[in-house]
């Protein structure tokens, strides 16, 4: 089982910069991907950023040059720096971790642009 908890989420500006982190706990040496996703009111959840262990990384086309991945070295912190942020991004940001079998999910963070 793997824990998961994020935080940094709040109401920002248009043009400004939020960083998410999310801190996983559990049997986390089992985790090969850690990734953060969101979904907007009326939509479904979609991919954000994710990362692999072998350090591979993978970013949504509306996210690219604008949001960055990264991880601790003992694999059990996950972060998204998350730059020129604008209204499309109002979401609830979730994390995410994969272990081969299962995807663990967080209780999700609400991540608010402002126009």
């Known amino acids: 089982q793997v824990q998961l908890v994020e935080s940094g989420g709040g109401l920002v500006e248009a043009g400004g910069s939020l960083r998410l982190s999310c801190v996983a706990s559990g049997i986390i040496y089992r985790i090969s991907i850690l990734g953060w996703y969101r979904q907007a009111p009326g939509k479904q959840r979609e991919l954000v950023a994710m990362l692999t262990r072998g350090g591979s990384t993978n970013y949504a086309d509306s996210v690219k040059g604008r949001f960055t991945i990264s991880r601790d070295n003992a694999w059990n912190m996950v972060y998204l720096q998350m730059d020129s942020l604008n209204p499309e991004d109002t979401a609830v940001y979730y994390c995410?971790?994969?272990?081969?079998?299962?995807?663990?999910w967080g209780q999700g963070t609400q991540v608010t642009v402002s126009s």
């Open positions: 995410n971790a994969y272990d081969y079998n299962t995807n663990y």
